[in-house]
């Protein structure tokens, strides 16, 4: 058994190629041949959230998503967003040179700040782009407190 002296950086180094690999697999468009993009790739829709006084607004890009394949539900300050782009075999798989859209099943979760109205919750999906109005209750909303004078 040798003796090995104890470097704390070496511990840091690890840590920080473990985490680099972690985040490199993970937000990496494809899997395996990385210089033609020939293979699946997994995918997450872009979504932007927004608050006003009455309401959270939620707008996520769906292209290519059928409106069937969006399930949507709000639980205790939650809302899940999932669905599904299918791939469509109009080409054989040997006759693509590259395949850069992704495919397959999506979920996002995302918490939101305050008490919704769940039965006004209302959806829109047009032109690729879902758009959800989280209504606030009524003790969510910001209240204006005077101050009375002495």
Known sequence: ???VRWDPFRDLMNLQDRMNRLFDQTLSRTR?????GLTASTW????DIYETADSVVLKAE??????ENIDIQ?????????GERKFEREVKDEHYLRIERSYGAFQRVFSLPGVVQRDKIKAVFKDGVLEVTLPKAEEAK????KIDPK
């Open 1 to 3: 058994m040798a003796i």
């Open 142 to 145: 910001p209240k204006q407190v």
């Open 44 to 47: 997450a829709p872009a979504v």
């Open 74 to 82: 709000v639980r205790n300050n939650t809302l899940t967003l999932k």
């Open 32 to 36: 395996g041949d990385e210089d033609e």
């Open 62 to 67: 769906l292209p290519g998503v059928n409106r």
